[in-house]
């Protein structure tokens, strides 16, 4: 790899990542937010008309110094975007949305916004950071963050199927339409469950559950993900299987400062997500994503 130049590390966005991440791997998460993106050459892959990555660049360590980057951050994906900025961001919104603080004079729009928020999923997903172009910030997304997962599938399913696959007994049915359902359970098990569940009509369960509640949606969805598109079923309108968790008030007041012991919880509620996400793929079929748009592959135990 050739050494990223501190210029060009100044003046364009960067995505670091270790030595384990791949061009293959960006070309993949790409094609899940870009119409028509791809690798182009050995070196850079196209997002769209004139915007591109290239890299890897290799990172070394008076430029990580330069960054203020992490030992690990040894690679670099360099963006190709204009430069897309208008006002200044409203007092408002200040804090919530870390891209937007990271230019409070002139806030990214546009096709530039939309790059940088890839390359936040993509850090996110590939346990990176992001440096965005001309600034100070070093932002690096946690990986755990993104627990809720949708499956998307060509098979409907009832409410009671999933409850019963899903192998607790204290799912409650929220409510159901001609086209949707939902139902919700605590966030994790008061103890080992049976393997058989019955929906119970109810307003919800686990109010008095720490770990807050887990909810199944079920509805189609107009615009499937990109990165399912390839797929002959996945037409506007198909049907999707939203896992989702609302966690007590304490983890949304401070999302990037967890306790351990919240941590843990979190990590604990994630399997749960994916345990449900798995079993709703093994009856539907179909694939699962995560809330960025990527594909996310579920171990079988």
Request: hydrophobic content about 45%.
């Amino acid at each position: 790899m050739t050494d990223l130049d501190p210029k060009a590390a100044h003046l364009h966005h960067l995505l670091l990542t270790d030595d384990e991440v791949a061009q293959t791997d960006l070309d993949s998460l790409a094609r899940s937010w870009f119409p028509g993106a791809g690798q182009i050459s050995m070196d850079a892959i196209t997002l769209g008309p004139g915007v591109f990555l290239t890299g890897p660049w290799a990172v070394g360590g008076d430029l990580r110094a330069r960054l203020d980057a992490p030992t690990w951050a040894t690679s670099a994906y360099l963006a190709l975007c204009p430069a897309e900025r208008a006002g200044a961001l409203p007092p408002d919104l200040l804090g919530t949305d870390p891209i937007l603080d990271a230019y409070p004079h002139g806030v990214p729009t546009g096709t530039e916004l939309e790059v940088l928020r890839f390359l936040a999923a993509a850090a996110r997903r590939l346990a990176g950071a992001l440096h965005p172009a001309g600034t100070a910030v070093l932002l690096q997304p946690d990986p755990a963050s993104a627990v809720d997962l949708a499956v998307f599938a060509p098979t409907s399913l009832t409410a009671e199927a999933v409850a019963a696959e899903i192998g607790r007994d204290d799912v409650v049915l929220d409510g159901r339409t001609r086209r949707t359902w939902s139902i919700s359970m605590p966030a994790l098990p008061a103890r080992r469950r049976g393997r058989r569940a019955a929906v119970v009509t109810g307003v919800g369960a686990g109010d008095a559950e720490p770990a807050g509640i887990l909810q199944v949606v079920s509805d189609r969805h107009p615009m499937p993900p990109l990165a399912i598109g390839a797929l002959d079923w996945a037409t506007p309108g198909a049907r999707g299987y939203e896992v989702r968790w609302h966690p007590p008030e304490e983890y949304l007041a401070r999302p990037g400062r967890l306790s351990l012991s919240q941590r843990r919880v979190r990590a604990a509620v994630i399997a749960e997500v994916e345990r449900i996400a798995h079993a709703v793929q093994q009856l539907a079929g179909g694939v699962v994503v995560d809330d960025d748009g990527f594909l996310v592959a579920l171990d079988a135990s």
